[in-house]
């Protein structure tokens, strides 16, 4: 919503949110937990501000983030961004088993989304499902070709696989797309 278009019992919750990801953004995690903390204490059913937490949580205290991501979908069952959040923070903990449920359903409710092929794509190669996760690997590269993470996990994946050739056209891919970045 715009400015404009927020509805007037909800000025204050908006404006708050935004200072609190302001604080973020200017790296006062402290200031920014609070706020947050404040306004899941006063507005428990809120959603997205869980989700929110987490995401400021995630670098100082990951565990605490999945318990506010958790909190999330009990709110918003559907909340694909909590789910893709808990996805790849299994997949970086060793446990893809745990997070595959996650991003299926993340795949499930937004199969055009490049990012929920991707995480299911990398669980599945984690877990050993090398054709499976090649094949989400390869449908999250159709949808967003420019995306080098991507490029570089099928390189990987391929490379698992014993298909030089691919991996080796993908990583050639991912250079090429990290260059064009960076200029």
Do not use: C
């Amino acid at each position: 919503l715009f400015p404009s278009e927020t509805p007037a019992a909800q000025e204050e919750l908006v404006y708050r949110v935004g200072h609190a990801i302001h604080e973020g953004g200017l790296r006062h995690e402290n200031e920014s937990r609070k706020e947050l903390e404040t306004l899941i204490a006063e507005n428990p059913r809120q959603p997205e501000i869980h989700n929110l937490l987490g995401q400021l949580l995630l670098i100082s205290n990951p565990d605490a983030a999945l318990e506010q991501w958790k909190l999330e979908l009990t709110i918003s069952p559907n909340h694909t961004p909590a789910k893709l959040q808990i996805a790849y923070e299994y997949l970086k903990r060793g446990d893809p088993a745990t997070g595959m449920p996650y991003a299926r359903e993340a795949v499930l409710l937004e199969p055009e989304s490049f990012v929920a092929h991707n995480a299911l794509g990398r669980l599945l190669v984690a877990s050993g499902d090398l054709k499976d996760g090649i094949a989400e690997l390869e449908m999250a590269k159709k949808l967003a070709p420019e995306s080098p993470d991507t490029r570089i996990e099928l390189a990987s994946a391929y490379a698992k696989a014993g298909r030089s050739q691919d991996a080796a056209r993908e990583r050639a891919e991912f250079l090429r797309l990290k260059n064009a970045l960076e200029k």
